[in-house]
């Protein structure tokens, strides 16, 4: 009784080996997606986030920024659950601007122009 049951284990785990190629590997093959992925446009990563700060304003306000690395990009939010406002600039030093608005300053001290409001000095 026993006979049967390892001929049916050992073909059962012959199975799996069956299927498989025996193709020797080859070490220094060339990768078929080479050619494209040199082809292909670099891609540049985003800036990791320097500073997450809430600021208060001359008018009393709270604003909540993000500052990331290479200062040339910074996440306005007027509300704390708020949806960002991407501020950018061409180049670090640059005032970081978006549809009305302007930001200037390190996340101890900003200078900020909201639509419709003068520009106010915000600080940590």
């Known amino acids: 009784m026993t006979k ?4 049916a284990a050992a073909a059962l785990l012959a199975l799996p080996l069956a299927a498989c190629e ?9 990768d078929p997606l080479k050619e494209a ?5 670099k891609v540049e990563l985003p800036p990791a986030i320097k500073a997450t700060v809430t600021l208060r304003c001359k008018d009393n306000s709270l604003v909540y920024i993000e500052f990331f690395a ?8 007027t509300e ?7 501020l950018t600039a061409e180049k670090a030093g640059d005032p970081l601007i978006a549809d009305g608005y302007s930001l200037k300053g390190t996340p101890q001290l900003v200078t900020l122009a909201q639509p419709g409001k003068p520009a106010q ?3 940590a």
């Open 4 to 7: 049967p049951l390892l001929l």
């Open 22 to 30: 025996n193709k020797p590997i080859v070490q220094g093959a060339e």
């Open 37 to 41: 992925a040199d082809k292909a446009p």
């Open 70 to 77: 290479g200062d040339k990009l910074a996440n306005l939010r």
């Open 80 to 86: 704390k659950d708020g949806a960002p406002i991407r």
């Open 121 to 123: 000095s915000c600080k």
